[in-house]
């Protein structure tokens, strides 16, 4: 093991490999059963900080997406919310897509919700099994269309009424 300064107190910092038996927890993405082997992982004896250090963390990112896409059970929120944001796709276009209410995916990717259901989690991973894998020129044009749904949902959620001659008109 190589000691260094910590950052934030200057104690020493030990280095150790994380295994399959002592891997490191990986809550940055944002999913709370991720653990990681075969990285590098920094620890202060000072203050304790741990400073993992993980190489390609795009290529992380993706394989931990086709990962869940290709799991069996229903997505939770917090892994939706993974595969959206991995995707590159905004919460409202994203909901858009689905058909659903932006609150609705809100609370489902805030927990608040237990599921989506199941013709919805197979949209959801087919969409974004979609967006990960296209090329950028094709992937700019799902975006557009996820815009225009997303805009004319707004619409939809806005319902205006205008007086015309005496009498009201869906504006």
């Known amino acids: 093991m190589r000691e260094r300064p910590c950052d934030r107190c200057s104690a020493p910092l030990s280095e150790r490999k994380t295994t399959l038996e002592k891997p490191y927890k990986y809550a940055l993405g944002g999913l709370d059963n991720l653990y990681l082997a075969g990285i590098t992982v920094r620890e202060c004896s000072g203050c304790g900080a741990i400073v993992p ?13 086709k990962q869940l896409l290709g799991r069996p059970a229903l997505l939770s929120g917090n892994e939706l919310r993974f595969l959206r944001k991995n995707a590159g796709i905004s919460a409202g276009e994203f909901a858009a897509m689905l058909g659903i209410d932006p609150a609705h995916l809100s609370r489902f990717e805030n927990g608040r919700r237990r599921h989506l259901g199941p013709p919805s989690d197979k949209l959801a991973r087919a969409i974004v099994g979609v967006a990960i894998d296209l090329p950028e020129e094709l992937r700019s044009v799902l975006m557009d269309a996820a815009q ?17 001659r005496n009498h009201w008109r869906a504006a």
Request: glycine share 4%.
């Open 53 to 65: 250090i993980i190489p390609r963390l795009g290529e992380l990112h993706r394989a931990v997406a």
């Open 148 to 164: 225009k749904l997303a805009a004319d949902q707004r619409k939809r959620e806005r319902p205006t009424f205008k007086l015309e």
